[in-house]
Nanobody, 123 residues
Framework: QVQLVESGGGLVQAGGSLRLSCAAS????????MAWFRQAPGKERDVVAV????????YYVDSVKGRFTISRDNAKKAVYLQMDSLKPEDTAVYYC????????????????WGQGTQVTVSS
């Protein structure tokens, strides 16, 4: 069955960096776009970044452009989120998600989710 397992969260000071990883299994990895979402306390889960199946096309929400980088290694069946210049407002649980599509389609269907990893940025 499809499984997504995140790792790499933690506590970091503002201005610092973290790298999140998501290991996928149970399907043909490069057939599907992947994304990182986040959910802060009391808020909805929102998309942060998306990458297509081939790894060439990406999307970022405006608030993370220039600070976060999404990438994938299809040979390792993994997707990453490099987060630099972190801000306290980046504090959230971060989730890896699989798209039902190959291409970047932010409004599309997300059919599998990881369990989430906590990122806390202190001021």
């Amino acid at each position: 069955q499809v499984q997504l397992v995140e790792s790499g969260g933690g506590l970091v000071q503002a201005g610092g960096s973290l790298r999140l990883s998501c290991a996928a299994s149970g399907y043909t990895f490069d057939n599907k776009a992947m994304a990182w979402f986040r959910q802060a306390p009391g808020k909805e889960r929102d998309v942060v970044a998306v990458i297509n199946g081939g790894g060439k096309n990406t999307y970022y929400v405006d608030s993370v452009k220039g600070r976060f980088t999404i990438s994938r290694d299809n040979a390792k069946k993994a997707v990453y989120l490099q987060m630099d210049s972190l801000k306290p407002e980046d504090t959230a649980v971060y989730y890896c998600a699989r798209s039902a599509h190959y291409d970047v389609y932010v409004a599309g269907r997300w059919d599998y989710w990881g369990q989430g990893t906590q990122v806390t940025v202190s001021s």
